[in-house]
């Protein structure tokens, strides 16, 4: 049989068949249909089989016969039955394909796959179907469903999104569920995309990925890409992603169609990334120094950016350590940061507040209902915000920066990675808010260095150099003393600036100066630099080596004060005193001096000439006696005599009244001679009138009145006789006419009183002499004229004169001599320029002004007044206009005080007052003094016209009060000047008193040292516990701490009240009760599982360690309260072991025995001799925490630490480390071998509930 299809229609030509031959003659057709290797049969059009090949029997099992007897309903599977009539009915339209299951004669089923087409059979239309046996083809399907069904499962579970990608329909044809559940988008979703899928990736990464796809096309099959790229999610949230692709399928020309991807989110890579990149962008803006405010912000956007719908925000700890300052929130609503601003801290205080006063995070799940809130949840909820985590920011010394918040619209607590972006936005914050106050500190110290600098006034020239003596800080007062600008000498060697150009002698002492202060020694100077206009100024230089904290010499300080006043006013000294030496000199009266130390210093040529001796002959005192008075017996009483004279000077003040000697002269003859003494500072100046002639004519006149009435009309001396009852002269010699500027008869007959500036020394004269007592060398001023004066010394005594009782009077000219010795007076106590009192006479005010008020119980001030620039008003308008200025300034102040007060110039433009007699009450007192004051530095502050020029100055006022003897003058003046300078700096034209900070501060301690003494009996101590652990973080034991809880300032510092307590000795009850609570607490430990073990660590002062009887003190506490001594440590510093060591080791072997163990505490601190050391019975070493605190980036400490570790185990000693603060220092530490910890790593001190809850948790 043949087969052909004509025309669509299969013609089949068998020998039996009506066959068209024409074309295919001679074809064995059947052979063919039975060879075909698939079952063929013909069908009627209702399923009859007509005919099938021999393929069709051996697959089915029928024979042909059966087959023509049977219905193609009758091959098909029972549950396809019903469709094969549908699939005839496809098969004479246009022929059908379709699988199929046939069932074989013995009952099996057989998949099929079946191709119909319609056919004429015989002339009739038919069906011709080709079976095609699959089943091998199904069992490799099933197989590759189950491989595709374990693939899917494989790529399912995969961490991260498998696709495959069309790149020519550019859709995504396969996707793992991983796509589904981490997106959010379901299947349909994904497959309704299409082409479109591209429109959930982010636009800034579009074209990348739209260059990646086409550089696929070219690929080759090994190749693996990889590309970064953000997609958004259904939610709206940006994911990152990384995609690792491959070539999946090729074309017929080799292109690349689809490719295979692996996706891994890296979303949190990228905010590491981000963050890690933020980070270093706010480190960089802390660097370069951007303002707080600005690095704040940046700070808080960096944390909003990584996690969306936070709002973020920083408040800043306030100078007043009790408010919190806005600092930056750049999201919150204004009106919300403003209300915030400024709130108190303290236990109640908001999320912020509490945590700035727990110290500890504080997270707020919802505003509305925590009660932290209370008093603020008003002004967040009308903003929409519900919760809030607050977090302290602290330093490295766990002191409070801020707080950082984070804030959001819905309730809810802080995941993990919240916490790490606070951690990182705390941590930060800390460094940005460190290094503003740090850079704030170092303005204000710049400040108060440039402060100090220039507020040492017009006439001290401060500056810093380096160690090659190069400038870099200068005050203004030396800039305006030389005229030059700040960038004239900045940067440049000192030696080499205008202020030594030129002075070859003064630039090699400085290069001197700085070579040795390299060295560590410090150089002194007087020498002439160049001042404005070129003239010189003498200066009084130093060179102050200053040292760093490791010691290592810094820099250099040079400073110097103007001395060019005080160099004039010592030239003006000397030629006072050389002016002073030749009035003495040249006075008609002998005259000597000796200072304080009874030396002899000056004899002049008079005394030389009356008496004979040099200063070479009696060099002192000691030597003066002897010769003058050679009777021992005459010379005891004059010297009696004489020092009684002196001690009545020195403590009534006043004159010296004469006293008259017989003195022997170097030739051996005797002299009668009157005395009279002065002070001159501390020196005495002895007046030696030689009374020798006098006393002869006297001694003649009592003798023989008549016969010698021819010698007193030619005496030299002034001789004058009146009556004793009515007092009118009976007689006057030409000398005394002349010196009363009268003739004789004008004189004869008068009132002699009238010629007497004060007739009552006329009247005096005559009681004493009534009286019985002599009366010589009285110094009295005659009155010649309305204008004109003469001094003489008086003597008088009674006689007959032509037989009338008769008074007569010697009358010695010592006008000039009372001229000079008053010129010698206003030289030694005065200032020249302006009159007023000068040093020397101030003191002499003040201290009787100190003993007045020692008397009288009242205050008394001092005052120390600086003109404000007076050195650059002197400089520019000249000296002549700075000297009336002082001229009118002594007037002012003179006219501002009572006549009973003293004003003295001390030089150059200082001026001093003395108050005297202000209250008894010192708060009245100080108001009084401030009163004249503000009098003084108001009137000061007044124009000035000197010399028809207008000028202005203002003071600067230091006060001081004092009251009684026990005041020190030099001290009194120098508290003034320290307190006019404290005016200078806080601005000028200012008035400031000593003590009142220093007063302050004295009440203060006085306040704390009394409430401390009561605290005790009061209860007011606590004991606080810091744990000890082992390496393995186990508690070992704990150090009790002494609190002090004072009702009123709360937790008062140790730092305050321990020193205040050993200063007092209060610190030993206070010793004694905390070795008793701690013992106490040890003994009710006993009786607590967890707690029994143990150890506690007392600190024993060395004031209470070195108690007669402190071992007796431990035994007593053991046994009163039970305590296991084993478990007692007792920690003793190093300064209280080495004091006394023989003592020390007695008393600690003692309690030793007791089974108490030592503990050495602050080892490193001290000078620890290893020699001693060794002989302590010390069970363990305490490293201080100061070397702990750098450990990890001091080399220096690291050093110190692993050396004491080494020597503890030579010596067989336990060491603990305190101050642990961080991990680092706690690994740096057990690498070398330390066994124990303590420090704010493990925790901070507790009370005593807190402590035993931390054990709990910390054993469990």
Excluded at 65 to 89: G, I, P, Q, T, Y
Excluded at 297 to 305: D, G, H, N, R
Excluded at 715 to 727: D, E, K, L, M, N
Excluded at 1086 to 1115: G, M, P, R, Y
Aim: hydrophobic share 40%; glycine share 6%; with cysteine.
């Amino acid at each position: 049989m043949t087969v052909q299809f004509l025309d669509n229609e299969l013609i089949l030509n068998k020998p039996d068949m009506d066959v068209k031959t024409s074309d295919y003659h001679g074809i064995d057709y059947r052979a063919i249909f039975d060879a075909n290797p698939d079952a063929v049969f013909i069908l009627s059009l209702k399923g009859q089989i007509l005919d099938a090949n021999t393929t069709a029997v051996n697959r089915y099992g029928y024979s042909l016969d059966d087959f023509r007897n049977m219905n193609a309903v009758d091959l098909a599977a029972k549950d396809l039955v019903k469709e094969v009539h549908v699939h005839l009915s496809e098969s004479l339209k246009s022929g059908n394909k379709f699988e199929w299951r046939h069932r074989h004669k013995n009952g099996s089923e057989l998949p099929v796959e079946i191709f119909s087409h319609p056919i004429v059979h015989n002339g009739e239309p038919a069906i011709i179907a080709s079976v095609r046996d699959i089943s091998q083809r199904k069992k490799l399907e099933l197989a590759l469903q189950d491989q595709k069904f374990m693939l899917e499962r494989i790529l399912d579970t995969q961490p991260g999104t498998v696709y495959i990608y069309d790149l020519v329909e550019q859709r995504n044809v396969y996707l793992n569920k991983h796509w589904l559940t981490a997106y959010g988008y379901t299947v349909e979703e994904t497959q309704a995309m299409g082409s479109n899928v591209l429109q959930i990736f982010h636009p800034e990464d579009l074209a990348r990925i739209i260059a990646s796809h086409e550089a696929w096309k070219e690929a080759s099959s090994g190749d693996i890409r990889e590309i970064d790229y953000r997609i958004r999610d259904k939610g709206g949230a940006w994911h990152w992603l990384v995609s690792r692709e491959t070539p999946f399928v090729f074309d017929e020309y080799g292109q690349v169609t689809q490719i295979l991807g692996i996706v891994h989110d890296i979303t949190e890579r990228k905010q590491v990334e981000t963050l890690l990149d933020g980070q270093k962008q706010v480190l960089e803006m802390i660097a370069v120094g951007v303002a707080l405010p600005e690095t704040l912000t940046s700070l808080v956007q960096l944390i909003e950016a990584q996690s969306p719908g936070m709002l973020g925000s920083i408040l800043l700890m306030d100078e007043d350590g009790v408010h919190v300052r806005h600092g930056a929130a750049p999201s919150l609503p204004a009106e919300f940061v403003a209300a915030v601003d400024g709130q108190p801290i303290g236990p109640n205080a908001g999320s912020c507040g509490t945590a700035a006063y727990l110290k500890e995070a504080v997270f707020v799940e919802d505003i509305a209902t925590d009660p932290l809130w209370d008093a603020y949840k008003e002004a967040a909820l009308p903003h929409g915000l519900r919760a809030c985590w607050s977090t302290p920011i602290l330093d490295t010394e766990r002191r409070v920066l801020g707080t950082f918040a984070m804030y959001y619209r819905q309730p809810g607590l802080p995941r993990q990675e919240h916490l790490q972006f606070i951690d990182t936005a705390t941590y930060i914050a800390s460094i940005a808010i460190g290094r503003h106050i740090a850079e704030a500190e170092l303005r204000k110290s710049e400040e108060r260095l440039s402060n100090m600098i220039d507020g040492f006034g017009p006439t001290t020239f401060v500056g810093l150099m380096e160690l090659d003596g190069t400038l870099i800080k200068v005050n203004q007062s030396a800039l305006d003393m030389g005229g030059v600008a700040l960038s004239d000498v900045m940067g440049k060697p000192l030696d080499q600036t205008y202020w030594f150009s030129g002075l070859e002698e003064t630039q090699q002492k400085l290069r001197t100066a700085i070579k040795l202060a390299t060295q560590g020694e410090v150089s002194r100077y007087d020498f002439q630099v160049r001042g404005t206009g070129n003239h010189l100024v003498s200066i009084d230089f130093s060179l102050q080596p200053v040292r760093d904290k490791t010691g290592k010499i810094a820099f250099l300080v040079p400073s110097a004060n103007d001395i060019t006043e005080r160099k004039l006013a010592e030239a003006a000294v000397r030629a006072s005193e050389e002016n002073f030496r030749a009035i003495i000199e040249s006075s008609p009266v002998a005259m000597a001096m000796n200072d304080e130390n009874l030396k002899i210093t000056l004899l002049n040529r008079k005394f030389v000439d009356t008496f004979g001796y040099t200063l070479e002959d009696i060099p002192t005192l000691e030597a003066w006696w002897p010769r003058a008075y050679p009777d021992p017996i005459y010379r005891q009483q004059v010297a009696q005599e004489w020092h009684a004279a002196v001690e009545k000077m020195q403590q009534k003040g006043g004159g010296f009244d004469p006293m008259e000697y017989r003195v022997m002269c170097k030739d051996g003859t005797v002299r009668d001679i009157s005395f009279s003494m002065s002070w001159i500072g501390t020196s005495s100046l002895v007046i030696l009138y030689d009374m020798t002639e006098r006393k002869h004519a006297e001694e003649l006149i009592q003798k023989n009145g008549a016969r010698f009435r021819f010698m007193l009309e030619t005496s030299p001396i002034a001789v004058r006789i009146a009556a004793s009852g009515g007092h009118n002269v009976l007689f006057a010699n030409q000398q005394y006419a002349d010196l009363i500027s009268l003739e004789r008869d004008q004189v004869i007959g008068t009132d002699p009183k009238q010629y007497y500036a004060d007739p009552q020394d006329f009247e005096d004269a005559l009681q004493q002499l009534e009286q019985g007592k002599s009366v010589t060398n009285n110094l009295v001023e005659l009155k010649v004229s309305e204008t004109k004066k003469t001094w003489v010394l008086a003597s008088y005594f009674k006689l007959e004169y032509e037989n009338v009782p008769a008074i007569l009077g010697w009358f010695y000219d010592v006008t000039d001599l009372k001229h000079a010795e008053d010129k010698i007076h206003q030289m030694a106590f005065y200032d020249v320029l302006t009159q007023l009192p000068n040093r020397r006479l101030l003191m002499d005010r003040l201290n009787q002004a100190l003993s007045a008020s020692s008397r009288n119980g009242q205050y008394g001030a001092v005052l120390f007044i600086d003109l404000d620039n007076f050195k650059t008003l002197n400089d520019t308008k000249g000296h002549a206009i700075g000297d009336l200025l002082l001229i009118d300034v002594a007037r002012r102040v003179q006219s501002c005080v009572r006549e009973g007060d003293t004003v003295a110039r001390l030089g150059g433009d200082e001026f001093l007052v003395v108050l005297e007699t202000l209250s008894a009450d010192v708060d009245e007192a100080a108001a009084q003094a401030e009163m004249v004051a503000e009098k003084i530095r108001t009137t000061l502050s007044e124009s000035y016209m000197l010399n028809e020029r207008r000028c202005y100055t203002t003071s600067s006022i230091g006060i001081v009060l004092f009251s009684g003897r026990q005041e020190i003058p030099d001290d009194l003046l120098r508290y003034a000047d320290t307190a006019m300078y404290q005016a200078k700096i806080s601005g000028r034209n200012a008035i400031r008193f000593y003590d009142s900070v220093m007063q302050r501060a004295i009440d203060t301690r006085a306040e704390l040292e009394d409430e401390l003494r009561l605290a005790l009996n009061k209860q007011q101590f606590r004991l606080y516990y810091q744990i000890q652990v082992d390496n393995l973080r186990r508690p070992l034991g704990a150090e009790v701490l002494l609190r002090w809880d004072h009702p009123q300032y709360g937790l008062v510092s140790p730092a305050q009240f321990i020193p205040l307590s050993e200063e007092t000795g209060l610190i030993i009850p206070i010793g004694l009760w905390v070795l008793q609570t701690a013992c106490a607490q040890l003994s009710n430990w006993q009786n607590d599982a967890i707690a029994k073990s143990l150890t506690l660590a007392v600190n024993v002062s060395a004031k209470q360690f070195h108690e007669a009887d402190f071992v007796w003190q431990v035994q007593r506490v053991l046994q009163e309260t039970g305590a296991n001594p084993t478990l007692l440590k007792l920690e003793l510093t190093e300064s209280a072991m080495l004091k006394n060591v023989e003592e020390t080791i007695s008393k600690m072997h003692q309690i030793e025995l007791l089974g108490v163990s030592f503990s050495m505490d602050d080892f490193g601190t001290g000078y620890s001799s290893l020699q001693y050391l060794k002989r302590l019975p010390l069970s363990q070493i305490k490293i201080d925490q100061s070397f702990v605190r750098d450990i990890v980036s001091d080399p220096n400490d690291a050093t110190i630490v692993q050396t004491i570790i080494a020597m503890t185990e030579t010596l067989g000693l336990d060491v603990i480390a305190e101050g642990v603060e961080n991990e680092a220092q706690c690994q740096f530490l057990e690498l070398r071998g330390c066994q124990a910890f303590q420090g704010f790593l493990f925790s901070k001190p507790l009370p005593l509930g807190e402590f035993m809850d931390f054990i709990k948790n910390k054993i469990e």
